[in-house]
């Protein structure tokens, strides 16, 4: 395979992994803190050494046994959080710095700088010192610098977690744009990086990887729990039916094309949910779980209302209205046409 094989081993941080890259490929890299994504970025630029294992990307072996490439020879360019300029260079200079190291003239490396000023839109920043530019603008001259270099590999380390939110969708429109074609890993919590920015996702959970695909058929079609909690949707797992699906919340009635019998699963987003505080008569084509109210959670402009199988997202004004607390008793009611049924 063309592009980055990896397998390694770090016993201290319990991480065991194994990952194929496809060159021209963007994959991120999802999970919770501690599942080992700063160490699988670190391992690939040579900032942290394996016990064990080996990776390469095409021809270019990075380490392996009685082989350890230094980072510098790589061609492995890792974009952190924090934009790590140089604050003594001018925005130009530090965009230079890459190229002219690698030996390029310095009117050539200016050149190359100045081209990939102008592709992140930073042009009119090439003369300011780091201290003058707010973050969004620094972190745009730091993916200049970083991809000036002409890295073979690209490895972002939650890139846009560090910026304000009103100007993060810029960057990452920006960001798909500079990435389309390349090789690179984007390791991220953000849901939405993944579905924006990658062609693949690799979930990790403390154990390893919990699964990977193309990002949106994992993403919208979970076969774990961890991934359905990280996508934000309802996973109920269970057989198909004439009717739908039998799961643990028993028979959950769904449009069906599987044979009955088959492994399946359904997902269902929290918002197409409705919360009751008394049982409904049945409607035809309608979903009823009886439920207990484990946990109210604040998110933003919803209130995440949990159950022991399920949870739904209601306004604060739509939960204050039921008062609820833990403990209480409600009804969960959804369409057959808000659940997506696929077999696992």
Do not use: C
């Amino acid at each position: 395979m063309t592009g980055l094989t990896f397998q390694a081993t770090v016993a201290t941080r319990r991480f065991d992994l194994s990952i194929e890259v496809p060159e021209g490929t963007t994959v991120a890299v999802l999970g919770p803190n501690g599942a080992g994504k700063s160490t699988l970025l670190s391992l690939i630029a040579g900032l942290l050494k394996a016990d064990s294992g080996s990776s390469s990307f095409d021809d270019t072996v990075f380490f392996g046994p009685g082989v350890w490439l230094p980072p510098h020879r790589r061609g492995v360019a890792l974009l952190a959080q924090e934009a790590l300029l140089f604050p003594h260079l001018t925005v130009l200079e530090n965009v230079a710095f890459g190229p002219r190291s690698a030996g390029e003239l310095r009117a050539a490396s200016r050149e190359t700088a100045r081209r990939w000023l102008d592709e992140v839109e930073a042009s009119d920043l090439a003369q300011k010192k780091p201290g003058e530019l707010s973050g969004g603008q620094a972190q745009r001259v730091a993916i200049a610098r970083a991809l000036a270099a002409e890295p073979a590999l690209l490895l972002l380390d939650e890139p846009l977690a560090a910026l304000d939110i009103a100007v993060t969708p810029t960057l990452r429109r920006m960001l798909r744009r500079v990435l389309r074609g390349r090789t690179a890993i984007i390791v991220t919590h953000e849901v939405l990086d993944a579905l924006t920015l990658a062609d693949h996702v690799i979930v990790l959970g403390r154990g390893g990887v919990v699964e990977q695909g193309p990002t949106r058929e994992v993403l919208e079609r979970p076969r774990h729990p961890f991934t359905a909690e990280l996508a934000g949707l309802n996973l109920l797992l269970g057989r198909s039916v004439a009717a739908g699906i039998d799961t643990a919340v028993g028979v959950v009635t769904a449009t069906s094309d599987l044979p009955v019998g088959r492994a399946a699963a359904a997902a269902v987003r929290p918002s197409a949910i409705e919360v009751l505080a008394a049982e409904p008569s049945v409607r035809p084509g309608q979903n009823l779980v009886p439920i207990e109210v484990s946990d109210l959670e604040p998110r933003g402009d919803v209130i995440r209302v949990r159950s022991e199988a399920l949870f739904a997202d209601l306004t604060p004004a739509q939960a204050a209205a039921l008062d609820l607390v833990p403990g209480s008793a409600a009804w969960f009611s959804f369409a057959a046409h808000d659940v997506s049924l696929y077999a696992v």
